[in-house]
């Protein structure tokens, strides 16, 4: 069975600079995909960044970047120059066996940035 | 402006009432979702439908019922709630292309559901 484990129920990092938050997964299908989703308090996920199992290089978006290790099977997020919009709920997710295209998620990191 | 839109944003019922949630995407996607998100919980998954049919129902109480009458409407129809699945329900849709395709789930902004 697939599973995503966050170990860092919060975080806390000053404005402008980088934080890293981490994610391990666990899964025997040897194809899979790793998301993150952002939780402002409004409550909306919002999509931030995509690995796939097979990709050579480390996937980037503006601020985002995935620290993607696959031996380790470790996906850890790392924004750059946070902002104070960067406070939020953070999910690592993957996406699972069958024929539909289920997502597990983890149990979120809390981060707060500080002025 | 995510394309995902769902009302109520809050609904407050008693555990006799009977009442729906509403999801309507504007992507032109064929594949919806269903979530739960409770306190310090993660996401839990409670129905999947792709074209329009049920693929996937993760062993969700009866009381809860889905119904999708088209690709870009999903309903959540609920009856004889208990004050624990006061939650947070989110619908999300994406483009079901096959296991092996890339296809980003986009989330709606959620119904805060309290039972009281």
């Known amino acids: 069975a697939q599973k995503i484990t966050q170990t860092q129920p919060g975080m806390f990092v000053q404005e402008k600079e980088a934080v890293t938050l981490d994610c391990t997964y666990d899964t025997s299908d040897p194809s899979y995909g790793l998301f993150w989703y952002k939780q402002p308090s409004s409550g909306e996920m919002i999509f931030l960044i995509y690995?796939?199992?097979?990709?050579?290089q480390n996937a980037t978006e503006g601020r985002y970047s995935l620290n993607f290790q696959k031996a380790r099977k470790s996906a850890n997020l790392v924004i750059s120059a946070s902002q104070l919009g960067d406070s939020a709920m953070y999910f690592c997710?993957?996406?699972?066996?069958?024929?539909?295209?289920?997502?597990?998620f983890g149990k979120g990191t809390k981060l707060t940035v500080n002025p | 402006e995510t394309g995902v839109t769902q009302t109520p944003r809050h609904l407050v019922m008693g555990m006799t009432n009977k009442k729906s949630l509403k999801c309507e995407q504007h992507l032109g996607h064929n594949a919806m979702y269903w979530y739960k998100q409770s306190a310090k919980k993660p996401l839990e998954l409670m129905f999947v439908?792709?074209?329009?049919?049920?693929?996937e129902n993760n062993s969700v109480p009866s009381r809860f019922s889905p119904e999708c009458p088209n690709s870009s409407h999903l309903f959540l129809h609920l009856h004889t709630l208990q004050p624990e699945d006061s939650a947070l329900y989110l619908c999300a849709s994406s483009q079901d292309a096959g296991r092996a395709s890339y296809n980003e789930q986009f989330f709606g902004p959620g119904t805060r559901l309290t039972v009281l």
């Open positions: 439908y792709s074209l329009e049919e049920r693929v």
């Open positions: 997710a993957m996406r699972g066996k069958g024929g539909s295209e289920k997502l597990v």
């Open positions: 690995q796939g199992s097979y990709d050579q």
